[in-house]
Nanobody
Framework: QVQLVESGGGLVQAGGSLRLSCAASGRTFSSDNMGWFRQPPGKEREFVAA???????DYVNSVKGRFTISRDYAKDTLYLQMNSLKPEDTAVYYCACAAGTSTITTKRGDYNYWGQGTQVTVSS
């Protein structure tokens, strides 16, 4: 059974940092595209960052230069380092896997496995 389990969320002041982790199990993820999405209160789930097998990354414009996505292939763990956090970054953050997709993708519909989400709250 495929499982993605996020951790690392919490409450932080604006300008602070958090690192989210996503532990993956149940299949070999090393060749899959992995991503982070977020859902702000009252809004749709949106793409944040993605990384593919070759380490190619992509980010939504609003987090470029502040967030960094990375993965540890040996541990099957995905990370999202978030710096210079802003109140508008407040959301539930979800880890996702586009199984069998080696090319980078930002499309929510391409992701077929999801974690349960972790809350990130940035106070002003």
């Amino acid at each position: 059974q495929v499982q993605l389990v996020e951790s690392g969320g919490g409450l932080v002041q604006a300008g602070g940092s958090l690192r989210l982790s996503c532990a993956a199990s149940g299949r070999t993820f090393s060749s899959d595209n992995m991503g982070w999405f977020r859902q702000p209160p009252g809004k749709e789930r949106e793409f944040v960052a993605a990384i593919n097998f070759w380490g190619i990354t992509d980010y939504v414009n609003s987090v470029k230069g502040r967030f960094t996505i990375s993965r540890d292939y040996a541990k099957d763990t995905l990370y999202l380092q978030m710096n210079s956090l802003k109140p508008e970054d407040t959301a539930v953050y979800y880890c996702a896997c586009a199984a069998g997709t080696s090319t980078i993708t930002t499309k929510r519909g391409d992701y077929n496995y999801w974690g349960q989400g972790t809350q990130v709250t940035v106070s002003s």
